[in-house]
Nanobody, 115 residues
């Protein structure tokens, strides 16, 4: 059974940095596409960043230049380096991975940015 476990969330002041990690286990295959989503209270879940198995990336406009997504295919781990954090980045961040049409989700990690 495939499991995704996020870590690295926490409380940080505006302007600070955090690095999120998402470790995949239970799979013997490489995920096709991996993404970070976030959901703030009262808002819809939104795509923050995604990376293909070949390393192509996409970003939400408001995080471009501040966040960097990367993946370690050897260790089945996804990362999100977040810098210059803003109060509006506060949300639960979720890891998502897709393989041959099957989507897997982590349980989420809270990121809180204080002013």
């Amino acid at each position: 059974q495939v499991q995704l476990v996020e870590s690295g969330g926490g409380l940080v002041q505006a302007g600070g940095s955090l690095r999120l990690s998402c470790a995949a286990s239970g799979n013997s295959f490489r995920m096709d596409y991996m993404r970070w989503y976030r959901q703030a209270p009262g808002k819809r879940r939104e795509l923050v960043a995604g990376v293909s198995s070949g390393g192509d990336t996409v970003y939400l406009g408001s995080v471009k230049g501040r966040f960097t997504i990367s993946r370690d295919n050897t260790n089945n781990t996804l990362y999100l380096q977040m810098s210059s954090l803003k109060v509006e980045d506060t949300a639960v961040y979720y890891c998502n991975a897709v393989h041959v049409g099957t989507s897997y989700w982590g349980q989420g990690t809270q990121v809180t940015v204080s002013s």
